[in-house]
């Protein structure tokens, strides 16, 4: 990360956000799918921020407590900090599809992470 740059997901403008941006991205975007999340990556918009932006879906069926939920999307934005994705070229939406105990975390991780990889390498084509 570079001096001075905020990390990710911490700008409101790397945000995404509004059913409208989420539809565009399930609309348009190209899906990578795992056991445990599907990541949904679309070319970004002309949204005025002049970056790709980032959404999750963590759905209450999967993780009940609110606590949990924020913990997998550290999770789930730690995955992507590490692949350096430039993420200036997409908008992306992480959906968790399947719950599991906190004890099997890493393995989300992991499979997050595999997910990132095979869209860096997609979107080097």
């Known amino acids: 990360m570079v001096a001075g740059a905020p990390a990710i997901g911490t700008l409101r403008a790397r945000r995404l956000a509004g059913g409208k ?3 565009r991205v399930f609309r348009e ?3 990578y799918s795992g056991v445990h999340v599907q990541v ?3 070319a970004a918009s002309d949204n005025g921020a002049g970056s790709g932006r980032l959404g999750y879906i963590i759905p209450k069926q999967h993780f009940r407590r609110a606590v949990d939920r924020n913990y997998v ?3 789930l934005r730690e ?3 590490q692949r350096r994705l430039a993420l200036g070229s ?3 939406v992480m959906r968790v599809r399947a719950g599991c105990p906190r004890a099997a975390l890493a393995a989300l991780a992991a499979e997050t992470a595999g997910l990132l ?3 860096a390498v997609a979107a080097s084509r």
């Open 117 to 119: 990889d095979a869209l």
């Open 73 to 75: 999307r550290r999770i």
């Open 29 to 31: 975007g190209r899906r």
């Open 90 to 92: 997409f908008d992306i």
């Open 40 to 42: 949904i990556a679309a």
């Open 21 to 23: 941006a989420f539809a």
């Open 79 to 81: 995955a992507l900090r």
